[in-house]
């Protein structure tokens, strides 16, 4: 297997997990993304937009995430104004489903109970806005993520995602559904056997432990990536390696660590697991003040990352790039993507764009590559859409 080459030009479709050397950090200075306030009226645009999409069903086409939320809160992350954040919640939301019947809350401390059963997300949303009302955010979110924190990869992580976006834009509606999205969509991984460890291993070496795993038994392919994940998890030695990480320098410099090396593989494979990786490396950095056992999360996570690299090796090819992404800045991305209406890009540009403000130079180029790739793969769609 050949690793990915770290540059920003057109890749093949990636034939491996492996993870592309660092590439040389960037001149120690002031972090270099802007971190843009909020336009005139967008806060309370952002609040009327949220209230309008919990009409909307958690999933859409047979299994496929419900975006809008979570871009709409990455869009005025970026400074959208009013019009923008408009234009995106009427370009997506005629076009998906609306959720069932709203139900009393009936489940109290048995909520657990529901955990991965997609049939329960009503009864666990109005447990949850219940639990907010009651106990306040804070309370709240305590209690929950301990006991979803181990399903962290289902719904290909949107759970993760979703609350957290729903906890940085302050909105107690998206956070109950968030919420009961990730419960619906639990899905935790097993632990190694015990006698079946193995040595802690640093993240370049644990990478490339997943790139050397015999590829005998390779599961049949699954159509979602949640269900990807699962199945190669159960590969021979997977578990046993998906825990291997070594985690010692700490939860926060771990996700950070594990979010650069993802947005490097993105920039030279453009997969969308990896993205997705990226995205809830951001989002689980951001609800760690919840969670006690930030250590056992990471754990989790980790676990998921190491068979969603697996998983990643045998998706779809993403469509080429001719040409190489254009070097653009910080404030050209921003710029351009406050005039995408697609939210993966939307979702991974806010986040790369926080993270790189508060890290500075460790991991921005990264980040920023990760960013251009993006922004790239889907200008020729944006560039017809204003030519319609």
């Not at 959208?80 to 009936?106: I, K, N, T, Y």
């Not at 991984?189 to 040595?199: D, M, S, T, W, Y």
């Not at 993270?355 to 990264?366: C, K, L, T, V």
């Not at 251009?372 to 319609?388: I, K, M, S």
Request: proline share 10%; net charge positive; with cysteine.
């Amino acid at each position: 297997m050949q690793p990915i080459a770290m540059h920003p030009s057109a890749a093949p479709h990636d034939p491996s997990p492996a993870l592309p050397p660092a590439p040389t950090p960037l001149a120690r200075g002031p972090a270099r993304a802007p971190q843009p306030r909020p336009a005139p009226g967008a806060d309370a645009a952002l609040r009327a937009l949220l209230d309008q999409a919990q009409a909307l069903a958690p999933e859409y086409g047979g299994g496929l995430t419900l975006h809008l939320p979570m871009a709409l809160q990455a869009l005025h992350a970026l400074g959208a104004s009013v019009a923008q954040l408009q234009a995106l919640f009427e370009r997506h939301a005629a076009q998906l489903p609306r959720r069932g019947a709203a139900v009393a809350p009936r489940l109290d401390a048995g909520w657990r109970l529901q955990r991965g059963r997609f049939e329960a997300f009503e009864p666990l949303r109005a447990h949850f806005m219940a639990a907010l009302a009651q106990q306040g955010r804070d309370a709240t979110l305590r209690a929950a993520l301990p006991a979803l924190v181990d399903g962290v990869s289902g719904g290909a992580f949107h759970g993760v995602i979703r609350v957290a976006h729903a906890v940085q834009a302050g909105h107690d509606p998206e956070l109950a559904s968030g919420l009961a999205y990730w419960a619906v969509r639990h899905a935790p991984l097993a632990a190694p056997a015990p006698g079946h460890e193995r040595l802690p291993l640093a993240l370049p070496d644990w990478v490339g432990a997943l790139q050397a795993l015999p590829r005998g038994g390779l599961p049949e392919r699954a159509p979602l990536i949640a269900e990807r994940i699962q199945r190669h998890h159960q590969r021979p030695g997977a578990a046993a390696l998906c825990d291997a990480l070594d985690r010692s320098a700490g939860p926060r410099a771990t996700l950070q660590a594990l979010a650069c090396a993802a947005a490097r593989h993105y920039a030279g494979s453009a997969n969308l697991t990896v993205l997705h990786v990226v995205t809830s490396a951001h989002a689980l950095l951001a609800l760690l003040p919840w969670l006690d056992d930030a250590d056992g999360a990471v754990r989790h996570f980790a676990r998921a990352v190491g068979a969603g690299l697996l998983a990643s090796a045998h998706d779809p090819a993403p469509p080429r790039l001719r040409d190489a992404p254009e070097a653009r800045d910080w404030e050209a991305l921003r710029q351009a993507t406050l005039h995408a209406h697609e939210e993966h890009q939307i979702k991974l540009v806010a986040a790369c764009m926080q993270r790189a403000a508060e890290w500075g130079p460790e991991g921005e180029q990264d980040l920023l590559a990760a960013s251009r790739r993006v922004v790239a793969l889907h200008a020729p769609r944006a560039a017809a859409r204003e030519a319609a």
